[in-house]
Structure formats: C-alpha cells, structure tokens
C-alpha cells in the first residue's frame, strides 16, 4: 500500500518542521488507508498519522473534516478535558486541513499518540472498564458542543431497518454464487430481523434523545496507554455525527465483550464475556451515565444485540456485494466476519437473557 502512494511527497503538503525519515501501513482499520510517519526533527523523532481517506465511503470529505476540526478543537479547548493525549489535525501548508492530490485522492495528518496502544481482541477487564469509560467521557465532553448539528458523514448509518433492506437487495442484485455460498448466514440475517428496529423506533418516538455520539465505538477506536491502561485518546472520528448512545455502548459491548476475533474461523473458540460487560458497564454508566434516561438505561444490554446484528448484516451484505466497502485480506473474510457477528449474537444472548 505505501509503496502505492508517495509519501514523502504527501507530507510535504503539511506543516510540519523535521524532515521525512519513513512511511509504512499501520494499524487495523477496515476503511481508510492509515500510515505511520516518522520525521527527524533536529535529532529527535516525532512521529505522526497519515491517512487517505476513503472518498468511495465518505462522499463527502471535507464536511466530514470540518466536523473532526469542530469536535478536536472542543475537546482540546476544554480547561478539564479529561483526556491526557487529545489527537489534533496538522495544518496544511496553505492553512487547511485536507490536502488532495493530483489523482484526486484526500489526505489528512494527525498526531501520533505516543505511549498508547490499540487492541483488536480484548486483554483485561481492566481495558474495558477504561475503553468503555473513555468512550463515555467523550459523550459528555460533547454534550455541549456548540453550533448547528455535525455533518451527517454516512446518512443513515446505523439505521438497522435500512441495513436490512441493503441486504434485501443484495439478494436480488448480489453475487449469485455467494449468495448460494451464503444460504445458512442469510437464513441467520432473517430470523434475527426482530431486533433491526429496537433503536430506531425508541429514538422516533422521542423517547430517548438523539445526542452527539461517536457511532464507530470498536474497542481498536480508544488508546489504551501503556501500563496505566488509562483510555487516554478517543481515535477515528469519521463518524461523528447525531446518533444515540446506545450505538456508542452497544458498538463498544460487540467488541470488548467477545472473547476471541471478528474474523476468527474456528467459531468454537467465541464466547462473550459477562466479566468484560460488566467492567464495560460501568466504565460507561460513571462517566455517560448521569445523562442517560430510564430507557436508555433499561436498553443497554439490548444494545449490544442490536449492534452486533447490524455490523453482521453489513459484512454479509458487502460479502454478497463483492467486498466493495470493508478492506478484506482474502475471498471469505466477510462471511467469516459475519459467522462471527451472528454466533456472538447468539452467545450475548444467552448470557443476557
Ligand atoms: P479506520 O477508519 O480505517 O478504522 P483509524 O482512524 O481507526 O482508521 O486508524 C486505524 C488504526 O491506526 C487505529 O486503530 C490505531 O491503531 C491507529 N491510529 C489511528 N490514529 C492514531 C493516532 N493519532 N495515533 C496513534 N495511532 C493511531
Ligand atoms: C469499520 O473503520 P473501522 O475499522 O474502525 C466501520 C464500522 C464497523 C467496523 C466493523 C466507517 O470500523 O462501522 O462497525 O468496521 N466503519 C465505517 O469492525 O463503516
Ligand atoms: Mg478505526
């Protein structure tokens, strides 16, 4: 991928005072393209985030930027952020924050947060408890961002009943061999349909608030520091936008309670953790807690359910679609993913219950 794009050039669009040293991918995103930069200033390394951003995915890059600037600039202006690294945006040699390059691709440069880490599989319930804590304190600190509504980066992009009708027409418009490939996950997507509408309709009817929410929660979106485990950074901002806090704690629970990855083949090796869930509840309950009505509150754990159907819904209907949205590293990863989803709905099930 790195060796696709110059690098070295692209960073010499940004402000940015020591000299080029190296580039490589980094990280394990699903949709952008993300590169670790190192420069030498005056001996010293400082290292810093390159990412192209996915124009197919964000049709919209600059509103999706003026609401990463808005929401960065809120946090980082706060006397008592609770944040000890907030992640900000590097200007562009003339002044903006979006450089585009001659083939019409998008870049973006941010800090590097040093000292952290992020974690594809959960380790502790130290880290949910922290992560899950971070994420609530970035719904507080944006409770009173001030100006008109944030950009609607995806419309509709946890709208489980229109996720559905996505998978409805990639039945008919979908990839005739996968979806004979896909006969037993697709019978799965249809049973659990019940729970597409449990935060649609809540927030429709006016009974729980809309409010600002993070709406891509995954435990590898918060920086864990090193030793303390202190979630230090709330990272991957592209989604920012009006949403309601059950995605936020539901996207979180999806990975933070799963023993095992989003991708594991082996679907015996998958089990969701009550201990990870209840560290989780209240990192969130303390910090986002206090704004939350009895409906919010009676729906968290529902949440978890709603959430990992919708994300299992959408791998399967891109599987079908031929791997068009989500970076995949082979022919059946999505489907794998989406076993994963389905079965884990299955287990928060069952412990839930
Ligand atoms: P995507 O939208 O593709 O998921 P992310 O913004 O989440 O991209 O970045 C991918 C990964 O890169 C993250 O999971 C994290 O490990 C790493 N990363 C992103 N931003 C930073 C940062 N500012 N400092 C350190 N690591 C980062
Ligand atoms: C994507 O960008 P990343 O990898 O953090 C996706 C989320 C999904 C997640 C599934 C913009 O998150 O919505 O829940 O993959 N982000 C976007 O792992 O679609
Ligand atoms: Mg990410």
Redesign the pocket.
């Known amino acids: 991928m790195s060796k696709k794009y110059d690098l070295k050039s692209v960073m010499l669009q940004f402000q940015v005072e020591g000299s080029f040293t190296g580039g490589e991918p ?7 393209d ?1 590169f670790k930069i190192d420069t030498d200033e005056n001996g010293k390394r400082v290292r810093y ?1 390159l ?1 192209r951003i996915n124009h197919l995915v964000f049709k919209n890059p600059e509103g999706m930027m003026d609401n990463i600037k808005r929401v960065t600039e809120h946090i980082r202006n706060k006397e008592n952020s609770a944040f000890k690294s907030p ?1 900000y945006l590097i200007n562009t040699v003339d002044d903006g924050i979006l450089h585009r390059d001659p083939n019409g691709n998008y870049w973006r440069l ?4 040093e000292g952290a880490e ?1 974690y594809d599989i959960i380790e502790s319930t130290e880290q949910a408890y922290q992560g899950a804590k971070a994420f609530g304190i970035f719904q507080q600190e944006l409770a009173d961002l001030p100006g008109d509504d944030l950009f609607e980066t995806i419309p509709d992009f946890h709208n489980t009943p229109k996720r559905y009708k996505a998978f409805e027409l990639a039945l008919i418009e979908g990839d005739t061999a996968r979806i004979e490939a896909a006969q037993e996950e697709i019978a799965l997507a249809k049973k659990l349909r019940k729970y597409a509408p449990i935060i649609t309709d809540l927030l429709a009817s006016g009974k729980i608030p809309a409010r600002v929410t993070h709406n891509d929660t995954k435990l ?2 918060v ?1 864990l520091e090193d030793g303390t485990q202190e979630g230090i950074c709330v ?2 901002l ?1 989604t920012l936008m009006t949403g309601s806090s059950l995605y936020d704690f539901g996207d979180f629970i999806r990975t933070a309670g799963r023993i095992g990855a989003e991708d594991e083949k082996d679907l015996s090796q998958l089990s969701f953790s009550e201990e990870m869930y209840e560290a989780s509840l209240k990192g969130f309950l303390e910090t986002a807690g206090s704004a939350l009505n009895q409906l919010e509150k009676d729906h968290l754990a529902i949440s978890s359910i709603v959430m990992t159907y919708e994300v299992g819904l959408r791998f399967l209907t891109d599987y079908l679609m031929g791997d068009v949205y989500f970076k995949t590293s082979h022919e059946t990863h999505n489907i794998e993913r989406t076993r994963v989803q389905f079965k884990m709905v299955d287990e928060i099930k069952k412990r839930l219950d």
Not at 26 to 32: A, D, E, P, V
Not at 110 to 113: E, K, P, S, V
């Open positions: 980094y990280g394990g995103g699903h949709i952008n993300t985030i990412q992640m941010y800090n590097f947060i992020t590898n979106n920086m990272i991957d592209d």
